[in-house]
């Protein structure tokens, strides 16, 4: 066989994965997901095939602190779209923290009712991330989501911290879940949640103290600068679904405005800046990662920082300066 016809054979094998992903076929999303979450570069001429086919679902972010009750209300959430006719794909993204091992299990027997529903997609996500993997992956897999048709898609993420702000880029609305007693502090306060919050939904309502975690979080709200988002703070109970077809319905409420003024056309051409941004990060950093690893002077660079005979500034400067040379 000549090298041009095994690229042939390649490509159009390829292309077959790709037509078959966006057709529905479940085994092969699910092997092309498995090989995103591991990092296998086999995916990504698959994925860039299905590009052209993304971009019509809508991707709404969930985040807050771990066990918040996010999976619940997604499962609340879920219930609701079905009901509606709509299908939903969800990327539950699990920083592997030895807080939350367990949380991968959990979804999948909170969500379990909907394993044989074919309008739902469940897929948690466990490659600890660096360099924006993480975010670039959950990113990807919603790709895959979105080529497969499915008219939301729903991405879960622990906890409010840098990994989950670059989680949400990927998202159109986005809902931070807090609950009452999780200390006393302003859960606001806590970085960035402001600034990443559509809707602040705040679960467990059942709960004694939420008057005053609703309270301090209106406070907040009130208090935060012009211009800055206001995000509706909303009471829900996740256990019984109190409270749960309004937060869908705001989030529904707030696409659609989105769409009307154009905020998503923007929304996406962000994303696209991010999925570029992200990838370039991952490709340098890998290649930086090799260099660091398998150079000898480098190896040696960096002894001298450990010796203090060399600054890490002037180390990673050298380091920059082999970039060219690196086949990234
Ligand atoms: N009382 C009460 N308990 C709730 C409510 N919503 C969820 N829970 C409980 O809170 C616990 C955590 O719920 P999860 O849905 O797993 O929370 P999570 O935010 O997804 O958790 P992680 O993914 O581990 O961060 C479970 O035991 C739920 O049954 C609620 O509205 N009221
Ligand atoms: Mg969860």
Not at 287 to 307: C, F, S
Request: a neutral charge; one cysteine or more.
């Amino acid at each position: 066989m000549t090298i041009e016809n095994g690229r042939e054979k390649l490509h159009s094998r390829i292309v077959g994965i790709a037509e078959s992903v966006i057709n529905g076929d479940v085994r092969n999303a699910a092997r092309l997901m498995r090989q995103l979450d591991d990092r296998d570069p086999r995916a990504i001429p698959v994925l860039a095939e299905l590009y052209p086919h993304t971009g019509k679902a809508r991707i709404i972010g969930i985040t807050g602190s771990p066990g918040a009750g996010k999976s619940t209300l997604i499962d609340g959430l879920i219930q609701r779209i079905r009901a509606g006719g709509g299908t939903v794909g969800i990327v539950a993204v699990d920083p592997s923290s030895p807080f939350t091992g367990g949380a991968i299990l959990g979804d999948r027997v909170r969500m379990q009712r909907h394993a044989t529903d074919p309008g739902v997609f469940i897929r948690s996500l466990a490659t600890r991330g660096r360099l924006g993997g993480l975010s670039a992956s959950a990113g990807m897999v919603a790709q895959v989501l979105d080529a497969m048709g499915f008219d939301r898609i729903i991405i879960e993420t622990v906890g409010v911290g840098q990994d989950e702000v670059d989680i949400v880029r990927h998202a159109d609305v986005t809902v931070v879940v807090v609950s009452p007693g999780q200390g006393d502090e302003v859960q606001a306060h806590k970085a960035g949640v402001l600034e990443i919050a559509d809707v602040l939904a705040v679960n467990k309502a059942d709960l004694a103290g939420v008057d005053k975690t609703v309270g301090e979080l209106t406070l907040a709200i009130e208090m935060a600068p012009q211009g800055a988002r206001k995000p509706l703070v909303m009471r829900c109970v996740a256990t019984d679904g109190t409270g749960v077809g309004e937060l869908l319905d705001e989030i529904e409420r707030l696409l659609d405005v989105r769409s009307r003024d154009g905020k998503l056309d923007s929304a996406v051409r962000t994303r696209s800046e991010a999925l570029v941004f992200d990838l370039v990060m991952e490709r340098v950093g890998g290649a930086v990662e090799r260099l660091m690893k398998d150079d000898g002077d480098i190896r040696e660079t960096v002894a001298k920082v450990y010796g203090r005979r060399m600054d890490p500034y002037r180390a990673a400067g050298l380091v920059i300066g082999r970039l060219k040379d690196l086949k990234i």
